[in-house]
């Protein structure tokens, strides 16, 4: 199993230095990846009913921006968008922009996707939050072609590319893209289009993250949900065992928030990993952590998880 921590930006401030010495340690103490989430916007919970935890207060840094800053301070560990909410963007800017991030990073873009909960940002982008769905899917198939192909013809339902290119491509003339939810719909895109998984089950704060039966909260939840993607992607001729499936180590999933543990922790991982997951993702949010004490968790978490297993 590989380790990987989400970046806690909504905790960490925005000190240039600070965000540095994180994902520099990250990368010293053997994590995978350093994930990153996105909004755009956020709203006021006073004149919204918001669905999600976060709200016009909450820190977020522009993920393409901010990965591009820690490519140029880190060397190996990959950069993972998890999840960028691809709908509300428009398709040939992000393919560009993720092409851009893989070559300065050499290779190391992971872009995770999904089609997000805020309608407010939908709103604000000029994007059709009902839609957003069938939207993704074609943005997938449109990204994979402008990453590939040396000249585009594509008319859709949304975009439309007419005899037109983004230059320079990607490395490998593809980008790992893995998609984020837990809705079956969700799962079928996995298994027909996705390279990953990433079965982030919520937030603590977020009453469905508990109560919603289709959420990933424990290791048996992953085990009933992977064979709905297997069965999609064996339908379309894929191989569902080469589908990334990445987890969230957190304090999501229990009654009441648990004291850090390192130790505890890693035993999660380990059942995390007896179900199939391919990746842990530690994340340090909601623990009242100071930016020092999130620096010194992730030594703690990585000595606890190569001692015992």
């Given at each position: ?69 820690l490519s140029a301070v880190t060397k190996e560990i ?232």
């Amino acid at each position: 199993m590989r380790m990987c921590v989400v970046y806690p930006q909504a905790e960490f401030g925005s000190d240039p230095e600070l965000i540095r010495e994180y994902a520099v340690r990250a990368e010293e103490l053997g994590f995978s990846q350093i994930v990153a989430y996105d909004h755009v916007l956020g709203a006021d919970p006073s004149s919204h009913k918001l669905t999600g935890p976060y709200n016009h207060q909450t820190p977020f840094m522009e993920p393409f921006v901010l990965f591009g800053h820690l490519s140029a301070v880190t060397k190996e560990i990959e950069l993972a968008m998890g999840v960028l909410v691809l709908p509300q963007r428009q398709t040939a800017l992000v393919a560009k922009q993720a092409a851009t991030l893989d070559r300065l990073s050499a290779g190391r873009l992971v872009l995770g996707v999904g089609v997000g909960w805020n309608q407010v940002e939908y709103l604000s982008l000029n994007c059709d939050f009902s839609r957003r769905g069938q939207r993704i899917e074609e943005q997938i198939e449109l990204l994979r072609l402008l990453w590939s192909q040396p000249l585009v013809d594509f008319e859709g339902k949304f975009d439309l590319v007419d005899s037109a290119a983004i230059s320079p491509r990607p490395i490998a003339d593809d980008i790992p893209i893995w998609l984020g939810g837990w809705h079956d719909r969700v799962l079928q895109r996995v298994g027909r289009l996705g390279d990953g998984w990433f079965a982030f089950s919520g937030h603590p704060r977020n009453r469905s993250a508990f109560t919603d039966s289709r959420r990933i909260r424990r290791p048996e939840d992953l085990s009933r949900r992977v064979p709905i993607f297997a069965r999609e992607a064996l339908k379309y001729g894929r191989n569902p065992t080469e589908i990334s499936i990445s987890v969230l180590i957190s304090s999501v999933g229990f009654d009441k928030l648990e004291a850090w543990h390192p130790l505890e922790w890693a035993k999660r991982a380990k059942r995390w990993s007896e179900v199939g997951a391919s990746h842990a993702v530690l994340s340090t949010l909601d623990l009242g952590f100071s930016p020092k004490q999130h620096l010194e968790a992730l030594a703690e978490f990585r000595s606890a998880w190569d001692e015992h297993f």
